[in-house]
């Protein structure tokens, strides 16, 4: 996780306690929207805020921040309401009524109508999660006056075809132009949020209605082999000192090699060996900042059988020897959430 990151989501939720989903609804004398989102409800071992502006009639943005490796949404179901999902941190797996699960990393938007996820449970495999949804009444939209897109109305039938199909999803790979859209949402002061919201949802409409979706670009799978890869990473991650090989894993979870490090890569965003080298070096850097182990016992804690080893691996992906790092952390005295790699 980038320290940046971090330390962003914490001081969002530093007031949330565990097993508490918040969802908080900012009024708008001039917007009656539905409350679409007055019938959400969220379920979770972990704690996460939604803060809820209603932005024109029928359409309200749900900025999103969550730490916790799994979330249960309940919420109403319609095939003319529209929700649009955009990732800004960490990765994010829906498991849909239609039984198949899709990845998002950061940068990528998700497009379907609310029958496919009223009921659904989202994955978040690197633990940690912000991001927005929109929820879009496409019933409403053409009683709304926009100030820069007053034939709105017009693109009502484009986005009911593209993206209100029953249990369909529409997958949009991270790109400049919704880069453009999104990113200044979540810097915007909350004095100038909601006019943020009512520019970029005008752009986004435009884009939505003319974007021609490519297939291949995110691939969805079964529920059931998502869960099987996550059954995966439970074993590489319990005993660090165990190294396993991808055919063995293919053996004992019988399933293909080619398969296993396709859907591993597209849950967590790396190649299983990438991933894993990663994964040793957070766990170190945990115990360099939190014990007084040695770093040769350390490395050895982490699955290196040299500490020569370790520490090519650790300069590799901290870009610092684990004896400068140690020394930075308790130099600056800093929490342990807010340190280089906490996550």
Not at 12 to 25: A, K, N, W
Not at 29 to 37: A, E, I, Q, V
Not at 178 to 186: A, E, G, R
């Amino acid at each position: 996780m980038k320290k940046e990151d971090c330390c962003r989501i914490e001081r969002c939720l530093d007031r949330i306690p565990e097993g508490t989903f918040q969802i908080v609804r900012h009024s708008c004398k001039d917007n009656d929207t539905g409350l679409f989102t007055k019938y959400l409800q969220a379920e979770s071992k972990g704690r996460g805020i939604l803060n809820v502006y209603p932005v024109y009639p029928g359409i309200e943005v749900s900025v999103n921040c969550f730490l916790t490796d799994k979330a249960v949404f309940h919420h109403a179901s319609a095939a003319s309401v529209l929700e649009i999902s955009h990732c800004h941190a960490g990765r994010v797996g829906w498991n849909m009524k239609n039984d198949m699960t899709v990845y998002l990393g950061a940068g990528d938007l998700a497009c379907h109508s609310t029958i496919c996820c009223s009921d659904s449970e989202m994955i978040f495999p690197m633990k940690y999660y912000e991001g927005i949804s929109i929820f879009l009444n496409l019933d409403r939209l053409s009683e709304t006056s926009f100030d820069i897109l007053p034939e709105a109305g017009n693109c009502l039938n484009t986005l009911r075809a593209k993206y209100g199909k029953s249990c369909e999803s529409v997958f949009i790979p991270s790109c400049l132009e919704t880069d453009c859209i999104f990113l200044p949402l979540y810097d915007a002061p909350e004095a100038l949020r909601l006019p943020y919201f009512r520019l970029k949802l005008q752009e986004l409409l435009l884009y939505l209605g003319r974007y021609t979706p490519v297939p291949g670009r995110l691939t969805p799978y079964r529920s059931g082999q998502t869960e099987l890869i996550r059954q995966i990473h439970r074993r590489l991650t319990e005993d660090l000192n165990r190294r396993y090989t991808i055919e063995e894993l293919s053996r004992e979870y019988l399933i293909n090699t080619s398969s296993l490090k396709e859907i591993f890569k597209a849950v967590y965003g790396q190649p299983v060996a990438s991933y894993m080298k990663e994964y040793r070096i957070r766990e170190a850097m945990k115990l360099l900042r939190e014990t007084d182990g040695s770093i040769s016992s350390i490395s050895s804690q982490v699955g290196y059988e040299s500490q020569g080893k370790f520490t090519k691996a650790f300069r590799d992906v901290a870009h610092i020897l684990p004896s400068e790092y140690r020394k930075q952390c308790r130099r600056n005295g800093m929490p342990a959430s807010q340190q280089p790699g906490s996550r």
